[in-house]
């Protein structure tokens, strides 16, 4: 969908991004920061001992590439537990490219709660193989939460949400996915969550948003939008 009518004929409008890389399509418009996504402190547990599968995470689509996150844990040798919503339009997608896997894969459905913390506490690591510029991944900083590191191409905001060697891999392909699978134990996964606790806590998120709420209301931002980095914050567009 084209938004450029919208932001043209708003271009006032103050806005929040949720990373930087998501400033790109319409570097013009009115960003008053950027401040990445938060979540409560104790909404996941830590778990210092990993399982021995990997894990997919996430809507079933072809910009996700859930079929490279297959390609990867059988080329590592290690069982792949994919969960996510299907959508009707990409069941062929699913059918051609996971669905024949399934005596590698143990697909779970779409999941939450109880079951999706499970999922992302006792994994070895979450593959985010994303081709698409992810605007966030929410996932990412979920897994981050119970010190589960994350292996991801390195596309959208991922550079922004995932520190390399603290709180996973980037990587640009397949093969240097693999290869960070075989390195994952190097992660410590104490730190992972200690890089969580750092940047992606509800508290600090809610910190930023009054930061700028109480800079528009005093009249200062409404046509000088503050520079990405004076937040360390990724953002949700609002208006």
Known sequence: MDHGPLFREFAAAPLVSISDDQRKPVPSANWQATIHHG???DEFEFQPLPGDYLLFLGRLMPGKRPDLALDIARR???PLKMAGKLHPGEREYFAEQIERSRDFTDYLGEVGGTLRKELLRHARA????????EPFGMVM??????????????RGAVPEVLEHGVSGFIVDNVEEAVKAVARIGEIDRAQCR???EARFTATRM???YLRVYERLIAGTGMRAPVPASDSDADAQVCG
């Open 141 to 154: 900083i979920e897994a981050m939460a119970c010190g589960t590191p994350v292996v991801a191409f390195g």
């Open 76 to 78: 590592t040798g290690l």
């Open 39 to 41: 979540m409560p402190r």
């Open 194 to 196: 200690r890089a969580f």
């Open 126 to 133: 979450l593959l985010f193989p994303v081709e698409w510029a």
């Open 206 to 208: 809610a910190d930023d």
